[in-house]
């Protein structure tokens, strides 16, 4: 079955970059599309960015287009999220999962912006 694993958050000053993996075993992504959805503490979790498995489409929230950019190498079965010019309010644990299906949500990876 499959499993994804999110890794890469960690702190960082307003202004910064971080980059996300989302790196899956037991199946392929090829087929899919893969969304990053982050929930901050005491608000519902929220879609961030997704990217699909034919054309290569992305989707970004109004939030975070300029500043994030998402990604996928096949090969590696992974997907990426860059992170630039972080804000505060980017502070959320941040997973990853195939968009639609209903996957049970993995533990995430914390991002936490602070000066």
């Known amino acids: 079955q499959l499993q994804l694993v999110e890794s890469g958050g960690g702190l960082v000053q307003p202004g910064g970059s971080l980059r996300l993996s989302c790196a899956a075993s037991g199946l392929s992504l090829d087929m899919y599309t893969v969304g990053w959805f982050r929930q901050a503490p005491g608000k519902e979790r929220e879609g961030v960015s997704s990217?699909?498995?034919?054309?290569?489409?992305?989707y970004y929230t109004n939030s975070v287009k300029g500043r994030f950019t998402i990604s996928r190498d096949n090969a590696k079965n992974t997907v990426y999220l860059q992170m630039n010019s972080l804000k505060p309010e980017d502070t959320a644990v941040y997973s990853c999962?195939?968009?639609?299906?209903?996957?049970?949500w993995g533990q995430g990876t914390q991002v936490t912006v602070s000066s």
């Open positions: 990217i699909s498995s034919t054309d290569g489409s992305t």
């Open positions: 999962r195939r968009t639609g299906l209903r996957d049970s």
